[in-house]
C-alpha cells in the first residue's frame, strides 16, 4: 500500500501544491481520492520537500486534507488488441459502457522520439479521392498534414469523407482510424460517430472523447493517448492508422491555462513558450519506421483563431507539420465544397508520393500548372474589380476565367464523391486544355504530347498510367 | 569527482547540490546517468541542463562529475555520420535501444574499433607546431583526413611515429616530452577553434542556384540568412545547397525540425552524386538531426556541435558548407532554459543575450589561414522560422545584424509557387562587389552588367505593377508593356527553379549567364522592334520567346539555346 498524504498546502487553477517526505519522480502519476472519486494528476515540479502536481479531472471539491498518493510510475496506457472499436473517455476510461481494457501492454503515454535514423522516407500514394488534396496537396503514408480551418466551415465533413475514402492504390492491408475529439460540443462528436457507425468504420476505431463540458486539463492527456494507441496498433500489430484529431485549438488553449496556472513567462499571445516542443511532441508521432508494416499518419484539424493563419496555433503547427489543407471561408460562401484554398495549402511529402510509379509521370508538372494560373488568375480577379474585366489583355482573360472553371470543376466536388487519382489529373488537363499550348510552361512538350486532350483525343492515354 | 544529489526535477532542468563542477562541465544525473550540462550555479546549488527526458527522474537521486566540459569527438569516422545533437550516432543509438530514442545511452562518436590505415607526413626529429599535421588517413575514397597536433597542446619534436593500422585510441606518435598523440582528439564545442588567420571573401561559393549565384551570391567562408515563414522553401534550399554547393564537406544540422525531412535527406544523399566528383553525397557530409522532438537542451547543443565539426574540417584545409535547419528552433531553446532558470527576459521572453550567442555563432564562420598552413573555410547558412512570417522579430532581427546575405523567402511567391520563393527586391549580398572581379576573370566580362541589367529591369517591373493595378497594363506605354513582359521572362524562365527538376535543380555558372543573356537579347530586338512601330502584341508572340522559357530544363542546353536565338534573329527581322 503506497503511503497517503494529507498536506496539500495551496490548490491553485489545475494545480495542487503536496508536501511529502519521500522522493516523487518529475511526471509521475498521482492519484488523488476526494470523497469516493479517483482522480488523477501528474507532477510538474518534485524538490525535495514540495511538488507540483496538475490534476487532470479539475480541482474541484479537493480541499487541503484530501488523500494524495504517488504511484512511482509515469502515467501508462493499457493496450490490447481489444481496445479496436472502443469509446474511451478523453483520459482512457471506457466511456460506451464496455469494460476496462485489459492490458497486454503499458506504454508511456509521453511517447520517445522515434530515432531518426530508423525512420522509412514516406512515399506511399494515398489517394483520398478529392482533387484538391490528391492532385495538388497529394498525401502520403506516415505524413502530418493539418486542416487549418474556422469556425462554421465544414472541415468536419472533409475529415470524415477522408476517413471513408482514403486508401492506397494497390492491395488491401490491415488498418485502422483513431479519433480524438478534445473540447468540441457534444453535437460535433454525436456526427463523427454516427458517421463512423454509418458505414461500419467503428469497427476499426478507437475513439477518445473529450468534450467540451470535460475537463480542459484532461484534453492534454487525450492526443498522447490517441497517439499512444496509434504507436500500438501501427508499430506492435502492424496496421496502417489514420488518426484525426480535433480541435487542436482547444489543447493549445488549456496548454496555456497550464502555462498561467504556473505563472510561467508567456510567448507570443499568452501561449507558453514551450508550445512549439510540444506540439511537436504530438505531431512528429506520426511516420513509418524501417522493417515494420505499419504507419501513422496524421490529420490533425484546428480552427484559426479570426480565421487568422498567423495566430500562434496554426503558426506553430504548419512549422511542425508535413504542410496543411485550409479551408476558405470565400469558397464556403460561394457554395463550393470542399472550399479548398489550394494556394496557402501544401504538401511537403507530396513529391516523394508522385509521379511514375506512384501516380503518374505528368502529375507534377499538370499540378504546378496549375497553380500558376489559379494563383494569377486570384491576382487578377482584383485587378478585374478595378479596371474592369474589358481592360485586361486576352492572355489575362484566359487566366481569370480559368481561375473560375478550376473551382468549380477541380475544387468543387460531391460530399460522397471518390474521385480517381486519373479522374483528378483528367479534369486538370480538360482545364488546361482550355489555355492557349504555348502557355503551358511549366509542363514538358513530351507530357502534353501524351496527355493533352487536344493530342490524347481518347481517354485511353489519360487513364492509364505509364509505368 | 564529486557526487551530488537532485534537489529539484522540473522539465529538463535539475536542480543538485554538492557538487564542485564547473559552468558547461558535463554531469550524469540520476541513477540512469543522463547527459547534462551545468548551465548556472548559485550559491551551493548546480543549475543542470539534461539532455534526455527527465520523466521518472527523482530528488535524491545522484550526479555524477564527469570533470570536462561537453567534447566532440575528432578523428577518423565522422563522414557519412548522423548523429544526435551531442554527437551520438543515431543508427548506434538503434542499435542500443531499438527505433525509439531511449535515454542514459553513452555511445562514443566516432568508433573506437575500427582500424584505420595511418600514413605519416612528418618524422622523427621534425618539429610539430599545434594544428600541424602528422599523418593523413584516407577517411573516404576522395577525401584525405589530415590528422593534426591538437590545436590546444603544446606540439614539440617528435620522438616516435609510426605508420600502420591503427584505432583512433592507439597512439601514433610521441613527443619528446612524451606526449602521446592519437588519430582522436577532444574539443569542447562551445569553444571556436583558433585559425592563424582570416581571410577576405573573394570566392564565390558555386550553389547552382540562378537566384543566388546571380544575384544574391555567398562568398566561401561567407554567412547567409535565409528567413521565411512555415512552408516557404528554406528546408529545401538548405538541402539543395548541400547537394550541390562547391564545398568539400557539408554538415547538415536539423535543428529542431523534422523527423521525415531527415529520413529524406538520408534516403537521398547515398543515392546522388556528388557533381564535381561523382561520388556519392554521402561521402562528403555529416549530418546532425536533433529533431523537434528530441530533447530541447540537446538541440541548443547541436548548432555547436556541427560547428566544431565544421571547424575540424577546415582546418583540414577544406572549404566546409554547415547549414543549420533551423536557427530560430535554437534560439527557442534558449528561450525555453532562460525561463526556466527565471531569467529576466529581453525581448519576446528571449534570453538578453540571444545577440550575443547568435554573434559568436556566426563569427565562427570565415575562411581563414588554417594552423596546419592551408587555406579552408566555414561558410554558414542559418534558416531562420519567424513568427506569423514576420521579420521584425528578434531572432531574424538578430541574425541580420550579423550576416552578410540575407534571401529574403516571400510567402506570396510560394502561394504561386515560385520557387525558389527568394524575393529579389528585398533580398543582398554584402559580398557582391567582393566577387565581381572572380566572375569576370572566371566566368564572363559581361556576368556583372547583365545581371545589374536585369536587376534594374526587376525593379522598374515593380514600379510599373503598383501603375497596373490602377490602370491596367494595356494603358501603359509600349515600351513599358515590353519592360513588363521581360521582367516575366526573368522571373518565370531564369528566376523559377524547380529543385525537384533532375537537370534544373542545379544550374553551372555558364548556362546561368548564357540564359540571361539571351532573355537580354531579346529585350534589345523588343525594345528596337518597338522604336520600328511594331505592336507590343507582335513582339511578344514570337514563338522563339516561349521556347527559351524550357531550354533551362536541358542538360545539353546550347545546341537548343543556339537554335532558339538563332530562330530569334530570323524572327525579329521578319516583323512589320
Ligand atoms: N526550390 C524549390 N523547388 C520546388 N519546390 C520547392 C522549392 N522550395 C520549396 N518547395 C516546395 O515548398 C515546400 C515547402 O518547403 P520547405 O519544407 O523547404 O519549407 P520551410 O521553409 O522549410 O518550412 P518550415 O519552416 O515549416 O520547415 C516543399 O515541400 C516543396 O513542395
Ligand atoms: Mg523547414
Known sequence: MTKEYKTITEISGPLIFVEKTEPVGYMELVEIRTGGELKRGQVLDSSDEIVVIQVFEGTGGLSKDTAVSFTGDVIKMPLSPGIVGRVLSGSGKPRDGGPEIVPEVLRDIAGAAINPASREKPRAFIQTGISTIDGTNTLVRGQKLPIFSGAGLPHNDLALQIARQAKALGEAEPFAVIFCAMGITNEEAQHFLADFERTGALERAVVFLNLADDPAVERILTPRLGLTTAEYLAFDLDMHVLIIYTDMTNYCESLRQMGAAREEVPGRRGYPGYMYTDLACQYERAGIIKGKKGSITQFPILTMPGDDITHPIPDLSGYITEGQILISRELHRKGIYPPVDIRPSLSRLMNSGIGKGHTREDHRAVSDQLYAYYAEGNDLRGLAAIVGKEALSERDKLVLEFADKFEKRFVNQGRDEDRSIFDTLQIGWELLADLPEAMLTRIDDKYIKQYHPKYAGTAKAAQAPAK | ?576
Open chain 2, 1 to 576: 569527482m564529486e557526487v551530488g544529489k537532485i534537489k529539484r526535477v522540473a522539465g529538463p532542468l535539475v536542480q543538485a547540490t554538492g557538487l564542485k563542477a564547473a559552468m558547461y562541465d558535463l554531469v550524469l544525473v540520476g541513477e540512469e546517468g543522463l547527459m547534462s550540462e551545468v548551465i548556472g550555479i548559485s550559491g551551493n546549488k548546480h543549475i543542470i541542463q539534461v539532455y534526455e527526458d527527465t520523466g521518472g527522474v527523482r530528488p535524491g537521486e545522484p550526479v555524477r562529475e564527469t570533470g570536462a566540459p561537453l567534447v566532440a569527438q575528432l578523428g577518423p569516422g565522422i563522414l557519412t555520420q548522423i548523429y544526435d545533437g551531442i554527437q551520438r550516432p543515431l543508427p548506434k543509438l538503434a542499435e542500443a535501444s531499438g527505433d525509439f530514442i531511449s535515454r542514459g545511452l553513452f555511445v562514443d562518436g566516432i568508433d573506437h574499433k575500427k582500424k584505420w590505415e595511418f600514413k605519416a607526413v612528418v618524422k622523427k626529429g621534425d618539429v610539430v607546431k599545434p594544428g600541424q599535421s602528422i599523418g593523413e588517413v584516407q577517411e573516404q575514397l576522395l577525401i584525405k583526413h589530415k590528422i593534426m597536433v591538437p590545436p590546444n597542446q603544446k606540439g614539440g619534436t617528435i620522438k616516435e611515429i609510426y605508420s600502420g593500422n591503427f584505432t583512433v585510441e592507439e597512439t601514433i606518435a610521441v613527443l619528446e616530452d612524451g606526449t602521446k598523440l592519437t588519430m582522436m582528439h577532444k574539443w569542447p564545442v562551445r569553444r571556436a577553434r583558433p585559425v592563424t588567420k582570416k581571410l577576405a571573401p573573394t570566392i564565390p561559393l558555386r550553389t547552382g542556384q540562378r537566384v543566388i549565384d546571380g544575384f544574391f551570391s555567398l562568398a566561401k567562408g561567407g554567412t547567409a540568412a535565409i528567413p521565411g515563414g512555415f512552408g516557404t522553401g528554406k528546408t529545401v534550399m538548405q538541402q539543395t545547397l548541400s547537394k550541390w554547393a562547391d564545398v568539400d564537406i557539408v554538415v547538415y544540422v536539423g535543428c529542431g525540425e523534422r523527423g521525415n525531412e531527415m529520413a529524406d535527406l538520408l534516403h537521398e544523399f547515398p543515392e546522388l552524386q556528388d557533381p564535381r566528383t561523382g561520388r556519392p553525397l554521402m561521402e562528403r557530409s555529416i549530418v546532425y538531426a536533433n529533431t523537434s522532438n528530441m530533447p530541447v537542451a540537446a538541440r541548443e547543443a547541436s548548432v555547436y556541435t556541427g560547428m566544431t565539426t565544421s571547424e575540424y574540417y577546415r582546418d583540414m584545409g577544406y572549404d566546409v558548407l554547415m547549414t543549420a535547419d533551423s536557427t530560430s528552433r535554437w534560439a527557442e531553446a534558449m528561450r525555453e532554459m532562460g525561463s526556466r532558470l527565471e531569467e529576466m527576459p529581453g525581448e519576446e521572453g528571449y534570453p538578453a543575450y540571444l545577440g550575443a550567442r547568435l554573434a559568436d555563432f556566426y563569427e565562427r564562420a570565415g575562411r581563414a589561414e588554417v594552423l596546419n598552413g592551408g587555406q579552408g573555410s566555414v561558410s554558414i547558412v542559418g534558416a531562420v522560422s519567424p513568427p506569423g512570417g514576420d521579420f521584425t522579430e528578434p531572432v531574424t532581427q538578430n541574425t541580420l545584424r550579423m550576416v552578410k546575405v540575407f534571401w529574403a523567402l516571400d510567402s506570396k511567391l510560394t502561394q504561386r509557387r515560385h520557387f525558389p520563393s527568394i524575393n529579389w527586391l528585398d533580398s543582398y549580398s554584402l559580398y557582391d562587389l567582393d566577387l565581381e572581379a572572380w566572375f569576370v576573370e572566371n566566368v564572363s566580362p559581361d556576368w556583372n552588367k547583365n545581371k545589374r541589367r536585369a536587376m534594374s529591369i526587376l525593379q522598374e517591373n515593380a514600379e510599373l505593377e503598383e501603375i497596373v493595378m490602377l490602370v491596367g497594363s494595356d494603358a501603359l506605354p509600349e515600351d513599358q508593356q515590353v519592360t513588363l513582359e521581360v521582367a516575366r521572362m526573368i522571373i518565370n524562365f531564369w528566376l523559377a527553379q524547380s529543385a525537384f527538376h533532375p537537370v534544373d535543380t542545379f544550374s553551372p555558372y555558364k548556362k546561368q549567364f548564357d540564359l540571361l543573356a539571351s532573355i537580354l537579347k531579346y529585350r534589345d530586338y523588343a525594345f528596337e522592334a518597338v522604336q520600328k512601330g511594331i505592336s507590343v502584341a507582335q513582339i511578344t508572340s514570337v514563338p522563339s520567346k516561349d521556347a527559351l522559357a524550357k531550354v533551362r530544363l536541358e542538360a545539353e542546353y546550347e545546341p537548343i539555346l543556339a537554335k532558339v536565338l538563332a530562330q530569334m534573329d530570323v524572327e525579329f527581322k521578319a516583323l512589320k
